[in-house]
């Protein structure tokens, strides 16, 4: 019997061990593999011949990564496979350790390496099955969206569902706060994950579908590729007419956004790590509205907001992808079954292919589990739909709410509300 190597690669999410326990889960009662190995540190653990042996673990470790946040149980990486040298490498490692089976959990370019491991081993005549589980909040792996509001390829991405959680309970929490403090501090905006795709932020709807708050979403695909001014000044206007007609404001932007320069440094893909730059897109924009670019011999700003009050940001950062407290239980279900059905796969004799999510079309959301070839999975970069955004380029439609919505699993948190039932006054109008 042939023994398997699972690792993982790229950024973590709320539910990727449960990608991992799903295919030991299906892996260990087979009776046709051996050991399961995990890489330390995802191809890196190969390379370097660090192999964590998971089937010594007790079984309630096992369970554990169910309610386990992030990949730090095995690791994960960013690392490139350079050259043949390295891919020789890898052969060498499975062929000593008797790896019939290798099971790679990312995005687009871990099925890049996946299908590359597979190529390699076909070619040194290595019995080789290589198999991908996919991962990614950005939720950037999968075909373009059919006419029947399905994605093709694959459906959605596990990880994504929890990410989009963690920001609709977010925007839900700051609007109360909004509410509390917008006197002062008038304008909030939260810059969220995503790169340079919009699914991240467009989640920001999930939490207001009826549309109520003064929120305004911007998506990387919404705005000019090269002209930041013109943005600047295209968001301001917007945050302006929202305090007109509210007196506050909400602004949820995806870091991929061009409001200026970052100073961005790249990872080993050439993939833009913006939690690591310079600057932020929130830093940048609420500058331009407080108007710090503009300030007086005396140090004070002349804000670009059309009332009193300075506009305020955050940053959730890299907690978004790994709150175990606003997991969704549908993302966190499906990222088990994904990992289980690449273990089916592999175990059926199905050589190079990545398990995928395909959504049934229809206003019940159901789903099956399906594979595709490795190369398809690694060369199908998703863009967010451009008929999904408003045409006022600062919201999403109701499209994307519907097909969002059943991802993010339980319903969100329900706030108090009160009437405001104000007591007659009795005294003289005035104006502090």
Request: charged share 25%; hydrophobic share 35%; proline share 4%.
């Amino acid at each position: 019997m042939k023994n398997v190597i699972i690792a993982q690669s790229g950024g973590p999410t709320t539910v990727i061990n449960n990608s991992i326990r799903g295919a030991i889960d299906e892996l260990i009662p087979s009776k046709k593999i051996d050991k399961i190995y995990g890489a330390k540190m995802g191809i890196l653990g190969v390379l370097k011949e660090e192999l964590i042996d998971v089937s010594s673990q007790e079984p309630h470790q096992i369970a554990l990564l169910a309610e386990t946040s992030s990949a730090g149980t095995i690791g994960s990486c960013r690392y490139k496979i350079k050259d043949d040298k390295d891919l020789a490498r890898i052969i060498e490692v499975f062929k000593k350790h008797n790896v019939g089976y290798f099971f790679y959990c990312g995005g687009g370019d871990s099925m890049d390496t996946a299908n590359k491991v597979s190529k390699l081993a076909k070619k040194g005549n290595l019995e080789l099955i290589c198999t991908g589980i996919p991962k990614t909040i950005d939720n950037d792996v999968g075909g373009p969206l059919q006419t029947d509001g399905t994605f093709a390829i694959c459906d959605h991405d596990p990880g994504y569902g929890s990410v989009a959680r963690n920001l609709a309970i977010n925007i839900l929490e700051a609007n109360e706060e909004n509410k509390a403090s917008y006197t002062s501090d008038t304008v909030l905006v939260i810059g969220v994950m995503g790169r340079k795709i919009g699914f991240i932020p467009a989640a920001a709807r999930l939490a207001d579908s009826e549309r109520k708050m003064p929120l305004l979403i911007i998506l990387p695909e919404a705005l000019s590729k090269e002209d930041s001014s013109s943005n600047l000044e295209f968001i301001t206007e917007k945050v302006n007419r929202k305090l007109k007609d509210y007196g506050r404001c909400i602004v949820v932007i995806g870091e991929g956004v061009n409001v200026g320069d970052l100073g961005i440094l790249r990872d080993n893909f050439g993939h833009p790590q913006f939690s690591a730059s310079e600057r932020t897109v929130e830093q940048l924009l609420i500058n331009y509205l407080n108007g710090t670019d503009r300030k007086d011999n005396q140090g004070r700003a002349e804000s670009r907001l059309i009332v009193r009050g300075i506009a305020r940001s955050e940053k959730p950062g890299t907690r978004q992808r790994r709150e175990i407290a606003y997991v969704s239980e549908v993302d966190r279900e499906e990222a088990y079954q994904v990992g289980a059905h690449a273990a089916q796969i592999a175990l059926s004799g199905g050589k190079g292919f990545m398990s995928t999510i395909i959504r049934k079309p229809g206003g019940i959301y159901k789903i099956t589990y399906n594979k595709v070839p490795l190369d398809v999975g690694a060369n199908s970069e998703r863009k967010f739909p451009q008929e999904w955004i408003s045409i006022d380029k600062v919201d999403v439609t109701d499209e994307f709410v519907e097909w969002a919505l059943p991802l993010i699993g339980s319903p969100l948190p329900r706030f108090a509300k009160f009437k405001e039932a104000f007591v007659p006054k009795e005294c003289a109008e005035y104006i502090p």
